[in-house]
């Protein structure tokens, strides 16, 4: 990958690179990953060893220093655990790898999409011979509903041969249509730019591309087979590329924060709980390989017309950065009167002259 | 990152922590006081395992600060009973040095100095020379209630309610107690945090300062004016928690309860409600180490003479609108054994 080094890496690259398990860092190789851990996360804070695994580091702690390794130096406060084995990427769970691949996808796009903004640019690899940036380049209503009916009867197809007759051909694909009209409907999505700062962050629901936008998306039991292919431990079908496989990034996440929402104590939404309700499963076995293209397609289109969509996000990335501050609680919130002087003032504590003493 | 070399002291306060104290030099004596209306003297063994309780001194009332004076065996104490009291750790005496109309809130001592200075809530310092204890001690009046308290080797820095912080020169306040005449603070400074200051510390070169306030935060400035040294200066967030999302999100953010700098290598670390102890360089400003979270909020921390040891006082923290508040079998003593290099900053980049 001589090209565009300095610039911006495109998608594919940002997935490759390794990165840590205990601290979210990325890196350029394998091999500085691996330095970077035995430095940070895996040495011996007495004698300053460098070991390989958090498991090494445990056992030469116990065997030289009879200390007892309780957790993870230097790691995220939920990844500090002993229990999984980490070297370099070995040993990464699977649903961490999935949130990890979904968050660089979601920055990347929001990244993009700020660029885009900002520039007037069209994205790469896309319409790249396009001439003035600022002409609008989204897909007519014929041209998606086109599109949608190529995918339906793909889909269809595809469903009845796996179904294999077991469920009426004319339900599923009905149910299906939503899911995979979803992401081709962009300019109805305004407030659907792309991925990270359109979700509206509502809790306990997985948002998920595609599920904001059509009622009908709510008939899931029109998926017989997606919720079976995503049981919570093993790694989603072979083909699916990362970015619709995942659940959107938590709404802890939002847009102001985003290194580390990962401490937010938002469950890693969809995948350990197994069932994931509004996860569009058949879109990634069967739209994989479209995927990333729909989701540049609808970021540009949600982008483009009039800048007005991508003011939204904006606006309500900032209205959730403030909602933020504002939702911050102080355990104790007194600028005038110390703890001190309020615990001296309950009858436990008080002091009064002359009747102790 | 905790390993064995931090131990839970056997016999803790039996109800909060106020403050927490370990003995000039290499002595490693403890003093920690308590809302139980005692002051508890604990010996660390050699081998860093094991605290054991020497004895505790009992006080009218509860009691907000402890220090030591310039020996192991002399003891200052603040209490909520008006007084400020000078204890002698071999024999248990106590002999009450001067009385102000509140409760005491912080003391310190200069050994550089020799003076003893404790801060009330009836907005007044008074300052003790200890070498001339027939001298009566020189009150200064003070703008605003001090919530905490910090010497450097020639300062004393003051932090009083409405963020109002006043530095004041050992030298003069020592010369100040033989005329008896109250000096003008050397400086006086707006805090730079917004909210309430929890706690101060000096560094231990004399350069400068930290403060924490209730709010989550830290600030560290330097006590050079010149507008180079003013611009160095700078606050930071830390001890906050990202809420859960059904409960609106956003941060929950603790009191900063304790700062304390480490002797030897100039670095500090902060104790908040949050119940961890972090190691921060100043001079990089970076933050080095986060301990494992401890059981409740932390609410006093020190270092050892040597550096070498780190106590931490940990009970439940008071939080806003508690109208009962008890620490009793939930405040904990631990002490931490620190590595050569634990608390060693790599210095600014």
């Known amino acids: 990958m001589g090209k565009k080094k300095r610039g911006h890496p495109d ?16 890196f350029e190789d394998l091999k500085l990953l691996i330095s970077h851990q035995k430095a940070k996360h ?8 460098r070991l390989n695994t958090a498991g090494g580091l445990s056992v030469h702690m116990n065997q030289v220093h009879k200390e007892t390794l309780q957790c993870v130096e230097n790691a995220l406060p939920n990844r500090s655990g002993l229990d999984v084995e980490i070297f370099g990427m070995e040993g990464v769970p699977e649903d961490i790898l999935q949130q990890h691949n979904q968050r660089i996808i979601q920055n990347f796009y929001t990244a993009q999409a700020e660029r885009q903004k900002a520039t007037g640019n069209p994205p790469r690899g896309q319409s790249g011979g396009q001439g003035p940036s600022k002409k609008i380049k989204y897909e007519t209503p014929e041209e998606i509903k086109k599109r949608l009916a190529e995918h339906r009867a793909k889909l269809a197809a595809q469903k009845a041969a796996a179904a294999n007759g077991t469920a009426p051909p004319a339900a599923p694909a009905d149910g299906q249509a939503p899911a995979q009209g979803a992401p081709p409907f962009p300019p109805q999505q305004p407030g659907y730019p792309y991925p990270a700062a359109g979700v509206p962050p509502v809790s306990g629901v997985p948002a998920v591309p595609g599920v904001p936008v059509v009622p009908p998306y709510g008939a899931a039991p029109g998926f017989p087979a997606p919720t079976g292919a995503f049981p919570p431990g093993p790694s989603p079908p072979p083909g699916a590329t990362a970015p619709f496989a995942l659940p959107a990034r938590p709404p802890s996440g939002s847009p102001g924060a985003p290194p580390y929402f990962y401490g937010a104590g938002a469950p890693p939404p969809g995948y350990p709980g197994g069932a994931p309700p509004a996860m569009p499963a058949p879109d990634s076995a069967a739209a994989a390989g479209d995927s990333i293209d729909q989701l540049i397609r609808m970021a540009e289109a949600g982008i483009k017309p009039g800048a007005a969509p991508a003011k939204n996000g904006a606006e309500e990335a900032g209205g959730a950065g403030e909602k933020k501050k504002k939702g911050a609680r102080m355990v104790y919130a007194d600028t005038e009167v110390s ?7 309950l009858p436990r504590y008080q002091w009064v002259e002359g009747a102790a003493a | 990152m905790a390993p064995a070399t931090q131990f839970e002291v056997a016999q803790p306060p039996q109800d909060a922590i106020s403050a927490l104290a370990f003995g000039p030099g290499t002595s490693r004596r403890l003093l920690v006081s308590s809302w139980d209306k005692n002051v508890y003297l604990y010996e660390v063994s050699n081998n860093a395992d094991e605290a054991t309780l020497v004895r505790t001194f009992e006080h009218r009332a509860p009691v907000l600060d402890v220090c030591f004076g310039a020996s192991p065996d002399e003891a200052y104490t603040a209490g909520i009973d008006h007084q400020v009291k000078k204890i002698d750790l071999a024999t248990g005496d106590q002999t009450v040095l001067s009385k102000h109309s509140e409760a005491v809130r912080c003391v310190v001592f200069s050994a550089q100095h020799s003076l003893l200075i404790s801060a009330s809530w009836d907005c007044t310092l008074h300052v003790h020379n200890i070498s001339q204890p027939s001298q009566p001690p020189l009150a200064v009046p003070l703008p605003g209630k001090p919530h905490a308290l910090a ?23 020592a010369s100040a107690v033989d005329s008896q005449q109250p000096p003008q603070p050397w400086q006086q400074r707006e805090s730079s945090l917004k909210f309430l200051t929890r706690a101060v510390a000096c560094m231990p070169n004399d350069a400068g300062y930290a403060t924490s306030s209730i709010e989550g935060r830290v600030a560290v400035e330097w006590f050079d004016d010149s507008p180079e040294s003013q611009a160095r200066k700078y606050a930071f967030k830390c001890h906050r928690q990202a809420a859960p999302e059904d409960e609106g999100g956003g941060d929950v953010v603790y009191p900063v309860n304790a700062l304390a700098f480490h002797p030897v290598h100039g670095t500090f670390a902060s104790a908040g409600g949050d119940g961890t102890v972090a190691l921060w360089d100043a001079e990089a400003k970076r933050r080095m180490r ?32 508690m109208e009962d508040y008890s620490g009793e079998g939930r405040t904990k003593l631990f002490i931490r054994e620190l590595g050569e290099s634990e608390a060693k900053g790599k210095g600014s980049k």
């Open chain 1, 11 to 26: 998608i594919e690259e940002l997935l490759a690179r390794p990165w840590c398990y205990y601290c979210e860092r990325d």
């Open chain 1, 42 to 49: 895996f040495k011996c804070e007495r004698c300053g060893k």
């Open chain 1, 339 to 345: 703890p001190e002087e309020k615990m001296a003032m």
């Open chain 2, 151 to 173: 010497a450097s080797p020639t300062k004393l820095v003051v932090a009083m309610t409405a963020r109002l912080v006043h530095i004041y020169d050992l030298p003069t306040l």
């Open chain 2, 290 to 321: 986060q301990y494992q979270r401890f059981p409740e909020s932390v609410a006093a921390l020190g270092f050892s003479g040597d550096g070498r040891l780190l106590a931490v006082g940990v009970c439940p923290g008071f939080e806003t609108g």
